[in-house]
């Protein structure tokens, strides 16, 4: 029974350093903010189908990160929303929850989103989370962060003396 205590107790220290390590990894590999600005600039890309010109806002959580060898893997929730503009009124355009993950490479001694997946289906998304992070996903206040957004559309909008009444919680 000890060493079965003990290899369990193992086990679980392995696990732990190794995510410790992961994130650390991670943040000595690139600044938190620019992975955050990487993260909001993937997420506002998916909410206003590559129209720059439509008002895109977006907030997010960074659930964790996994470093290999000039790559990092970075794990998101997110809420992005595009708006467009009709008769002095801001609308919704598009845009919605975004769950999975950002792939960020090293090229030239800069990081690029190499690539996405946010899978369609939310059930499946969850699925890209193991372990940790699907605890953590699961923590995350959905409700605050698609608040945010919307927060800061409504305040945006305001200021360009621009009605906000179709957007959501005005």
Do not use: W
Request: charged share 25%; proline share 1%.
């Amino acid at each position: 029974m000890k060493k079965f205590l003990l290899v369990i107790l193992i086990i679980i220290c392995t696990i732990f350093v190794t995510y410790t390590k992961d994130l650390n990894k991670a943040k000595d590999m690139i600044d938190s903010n620019k992975l955050n600005n990487l993260i909001s600039d993937c997420l506002k890309e998916q909410a206003n189908l590559s129209n720059s010109s439509i008002p895109t806002f977006e907030e997010h959580a960074l659930i964790g990160t996994r470093a290999k060898t000039d790559k990092i893997i970075a794990y998101v929730y997110g809420f992005s929303m595009s708006f467009k503009v009709y008769n002095n009124t801001a609308y919704d355009n598009s845009g919605g929850e975004f769950i999975g993950t950002i792939t960020l490479s090293k090229i030239n001694d800069k990081y690029i989103i190499s690539s996405y997946n946010f899978p369609a289906s939310t059930a499946d998304a969850k699925d890209l989370f193991k372990g940790s992070y699907k605890s953590a996903l699961n923590k995350v206040d959905t409700k605050s962060i698609k608040d945010k957004v919307d927060e800061k559309a409504i305040n945006y909008f305001k200021s360009k003396k621009i009605y906000t009444s179709k957007i959501k919680d005005s």
